[in-house]
C-alpha cells in the first residue's frame, strides 16, 4: 500500500482503532510527547492501557505554570508514567545570563532553545511518536492527519500519530468527563492553550483557543513545524 494511502485509511479509524493498528503493524519503539494538556491525557490515557511503560517526553523548558509542574507530577505518580523530562543545554539562569529574557525578545530562539532541540535529539531513539494535537486548535493545524510520515534534520524517519486529530473541543471534554480524568486547573480560570507561563494568556471569547500564546505573535513553538512531512 502507498504511503498516501495508508495515510487516508487512518483518518476514518476511531482514535482508539487508529492507536491499535499503528501498534500492531508498527515494530519501532513508541514514545509520547506530553504538555499535560486535556488532549494528551485522554492520548496518554488510551495509550497507557495498551503500552504501560510508554516513554512520556515532557519538554522541561524550566518555564512552566507551578500548576503545570504539580499536575504533572501528580499524574505522572497517580498513572505509573514513564516520564522523561527533557531539558535544553543551559539553565534558565544561564539562558538569561547569557542572551536577556528571550521570550520577550526573541521566543522563536528561546523555543529553538528549551523545545525544538531537546525534544529532536530526544527522538532520534523513537520510532513512532505520538502526539495530541487537534486540527481545530489552530489553522496552522487544519491539514493534520491522523498519521504523517516526518523526516528530522539528522534524517531520521519517524511515524508521527495523532489519534486525536479530527476531534472538537466538545469530545475532549466529554471523554474526560466520561472517564473520569483529573484536568490541569488552568482550564477552570479560562486558559484554552497552556504552555509557558510567560508565553500563555487567556484567549479572547470566540478566538482561536492557541491565540493567547505568545501574546497572538505566532502560533507553534517549532516542535510541530521544523520537522519535514515526507508522505
Ligand atoms: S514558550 Fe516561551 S518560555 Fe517557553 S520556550 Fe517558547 S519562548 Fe521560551
Redesign the pocket.
Known sequence: MSQQLLVEEFETLPAESAIDRVLAENKGAPCFTCSFQAEDMIVLDLLRKRVPDIPVLFLE?G?HFAETYAYRDRMAKAWGLNLKNLAAKQSVADQEAQFGI??RTD?AK??Q???VEPLFAALQEYDLWFTGLRREQSPTRKNLKVVEHHELATGKVLLKVSPLAAWTWGQVWKYTADNKIDYLPLYDAGYRSI??E??TAIPQAGADPRSG??GGAKLE?GIHTDSKRVD
Open positions: 523548558t518555564y528571550l521570550n521566543p528561546c523555543c532553545l528549551r523545545k504552555g509557558c510567560p508565553c500564546r505568545w513553538c
